[in-house]
Nanobody
Framework: QVRLVESGGGLVQPGGSLRLSCAASGSIFSINVMGWYRQAPGKERELVATITAISSITRYADSVKGRFTISTDNAKKTVDLLMNSLKPEDTAVYYC?????????WGQGTQVTVSS
């Protein structure tokens, strides 16, 4: 089992920045990919960004490219998401995700609200 704990959500004005952090614990030795997904009210959960554990290859949703940066500490199995130039449409619950042996694990989610 893999346990994921997120931190760093909150309320921010448009154009502002936030950093989300996620720490994995438990059976973390074979985690292949970590990342962030989000779900806005009335919408499906969508990929925001992912990063591979070994080569740190990143993948971003088109809507966040150039604004968000994902990073990882593979030894500590943590993953951060730096979000800049936030927009109201970035408002959502953000979920940390880890993939281990083909199984997806999820954090409890952290709320990000972008509003003036």
């Amino acid at each position: 089992q893999v346990r994921l704990v997120e931190s760093g959500g909150g309320l921010v004005q448009p154009g502002g920045s936030l950093r989300l952090s996620c720490a994995a614990s438990g059976s973390i030795f074979s985690i292949n990919v970590m990342g962030w997904y989000r779900q806005a009210p009335g919408k499906e959960r969508e990929l925001v960004a992912t990063i591979t554990a070994i080569s740190s290859i990143t993948r971003y949703a088109d809507s966040v490219k150039g604004r968000f940066t994902i990073s990882t500490d593979n030894a500590k199995k943590t993953v951060d998401l730096l979000m800049n130039s936030l927009k109201p449409e970035d408002t959502a619950v953000y979920y940390c995700n880890a993939v281990r042996s083909g199984i997806h694990y999820w954090g409890q989610g952290t709320q990000v609200t972008v509003s003036s």
